[in-house]
């Protein structure tokens, strides 16, 4: 397995000046090659000089013209940005995105070359009722409808019910369902592996027991990798054990 990934996700935190002092903080000190950073779309010029790999957090489907508010892949490639989420469980939420839309969000990602991560997962309430794999099935099938070339896709698993409460998966939990999905997708894809990234509260305290599992492919942090220090640490942990 190559290095294992690892995606700050910084969503809709820090003002400006926040923005500057993060920067700050942070130049020079991420080497390892496979961290991907992903700003708020305002900053992202004040984070190129990072040289850090970056992320969009969305990006629309449509061709350029009049949809106020969005983001073209072809827009985010013409500022160097070469990767975008998809699908986090927010604007699933929040903005009612459902699975066909981020299929057409992927296609239109590919079709600019963009790497994508697509991400999943389930509620409190369908993890209690024992769907996890039906609603993972359901959110795979329909974003990787007619996608018949997965190189340019890591699907990042985000149990909703994990994203900023502090749980985490069991250990076992995580094998079996970053398993279930691997074989889920090289079922479906003729043969066609892919990275399975996990997202949720992951922080400096429980990335350890995170890295033990060799299952995972990689990690997408939220709120710890906006804490500038802990993120850090988080990277030079993964880095010294894999
Ligand atoms: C996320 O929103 O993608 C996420 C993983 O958040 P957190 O790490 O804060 O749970």
Same mark, same amino acid.
């Given at each position: 397995?190559?290095?294992?990934?690892?995606?700050?996700?910084?969503?809709?935190?820090?003002?400006?000046?926040?923005?500057?002092?993060?920067?700050?903080?942070?130049?020079?000190?991420?080497?390892?090659?496979?961290?991907?950073?992903?700003?708020?779309?305002?900053?992202?010029?004040?984070?190129?000089?990072?040289?850090?790999?970056?992320?969009?957090?969305?990006?629309?489907?449509?061709?350029?013209?009049?949809?106020?508010?969005?983001?073209?892949?072809?827009?985010?490639?013409?500022?160097?940005?070469?990767?975008?989420?998809?699908?986090?469980?927010?604007?699933?939420?929040? %903005?009612?995105?459902?699975?066909?839309?981020?299929?057409?969000?992927?296609?239109?990602?590919?079709?600019?070359?963009?790497?994508?991560?697509?991400?999943?997962?389930?509620?409190?309430?369908?993890?209690?009722?024992?769907?996890?794999?039906?609603?993972?099935?359901?959110?795979?099938?329909?974003?990787?409808?007619?996608?018949?070339?997965?190189?340019?896709?890591?699907?990042?698993?985000?149990?909703?019910?994990?994203?900023?409460?502090?749980?985490?998966?069991?250990?076992?939990?995580?094998?079996?369902?970053?398993?279930?999905?691997?074989?889920?997708?090289?079922?479906?894809?003729?043969?066609?592996?892919?990275?399975? %990234?996990?997202?949720?509260?992951?922080?400096?305290?429980?990335?350890?027991? %995170?890295?033990?599992?060799?299952?995972?492919?990689?990690?997408?942090?939220?709120?710890?990798?906006?804490?500038?220090?802990?993120?850090?640490?988080?990277?030079?942990?993964?880095?010294? %054990?894999?």
């Amino acid at each position: 397995m190559g290095k294992k990934i690892i995606i700050g996700n910084l969503k809709t935190n820090m003002d400006y000046e926040t923005v500057v002092k993060y920067i700050e903080r942070i130049k020079n000190r991420i080497t390892y090659p496979a961290v991907i950073l992903v700003p708020t779309s305002l900053y992202v010029p004040y984070f190129k000089e990072l040289n850090i790999k970056l992320a969009v957090q969305n990006i629309y489907f449509e061709n350029e013209g009049s949809y106020t508010g969005e983001i073209l892949p072809s827009q985010a490639k013409s500022m160097g940005i070469k990767y975008a989420l998809v699908g986090h469980s927010e604007r699933r939420k929040n %903005l009612k995105e459902n699975n066909q839309m981020i299929n057409k969000k992927i296609k239109a990602g590919l079709k600019e070359n963009m790497g994508i991560v697509l991400c999943v997962g389930e509620t409190i309430e369908e993890k209690v009722l024992l769907e996890t794999e039906d609603v993972l099935k359901r959110q795979i099938f329909t974003a990787l409808k007619g996608i018949d070339d997965l190189k340019n896709i890591v699907i990042a698993y985000e149990p909703v019910w994990s994203i900023g409460t502090g749980k985490i998966p069991t250990e076992r939990e995580l094998i079996n369902t970053i398993k279930f999905i691997k074989d889920f997708v090289k079922e479906l894809k003729r043969g066609q592996e892919i990275k399975v %990234l996990y997202g949720g509260s992951v922080n400096i305290k429980n990335i350890e027991s %995170l890295t033990k599992i060799e299952e995972i492919d990689g990690y997408l942090i939220g709120g710890a990798s906006t804490k500038p220090e802990e993120f850090i640490e988080i990277i030079n942990e993964v880095e010294s %054990l894999v």
